[in-house]
């Protein structure tokens, strides 16, 4: 029963080793709690601010990261404008240099044609010369086998002549 009600000894003893116990710890102990608790704090605190330091730095590259994608859509975008524009351009070339192509044939068969066509005429009046003087002969021999037929067809000439 002693300790349910201690008597004044008790208590002094046990306030004494109290005391002596928190002094104790107050000169060797809590000087190296409180040194390893702001250890802790100091450590604490470093690891949040490089986590916001490292949630800024990540902030940050994804930014970049959505700029230079970006920028690679719109370079994409670019290439694929220039080289539609590039192949337009190549297919209206094309289309130029067919048309010209098939103009300079068209032509060129034009040209021949016209050459061919005047030589034909040509040669058809060669030939029909010809033919006319061959039919003339045949005429003038058979009309002119005498001497008295030809002295007429002379005189007529000369008339005809000295008319005009």
């Keep these: ?8 000894g008790l208590i002094f003893w046990m306030t ?17 709690i409180r040194k390893a608790l702001r250890q802790r704090e100091k450590e604490i605190t470093e690891a949040l601010e490089r ?10 590259l994804q930014a970049d990261n ?17 080289a539609r524009k590039r192949r337009d351009e190549i297919i209206d070339e094309s289309k130029t240099k067919a048309s010209e192509e098939a103009k300079r044939i068209i ?3 034009k040209e021949s044609i016209e050459n061919e066509k005047n030589a034909a005429i040509v040669e058809i009046k060669n030939e029909i010369a010809t033919i006319s003087i061959k039919v003339a002969e045949k005429i003038l ?11 007429e067809y002379i005189d007529k000439v000369i008339k005809e002549l000295e008319g005009k």
């Design 1 to 8: 029963m002693e300790l349910i009600k201690p008597d004044f």
């Design 51 to 60: 986590a916001e330091r490292t949630k800024e730095e990540m902030k940050k």
């Design 66 to 82: 959505e700029q230079i994608l970006k920028e690679a859509r719109d370079q994409r975008e670019q290439i694929l404008s220039e």
């Design 16 to 32: 004494l080793a109290f005391l002596i116990l928190l002094f104790i710890l107050s000169k060797f102990a809590f000087p190296a």
């Design 141 to 151: 021999e058979k009309n002119l086998n005498t001497d008295a037929a030809q002295m």
């Design 107 to 109: 032509d060129s068969a």
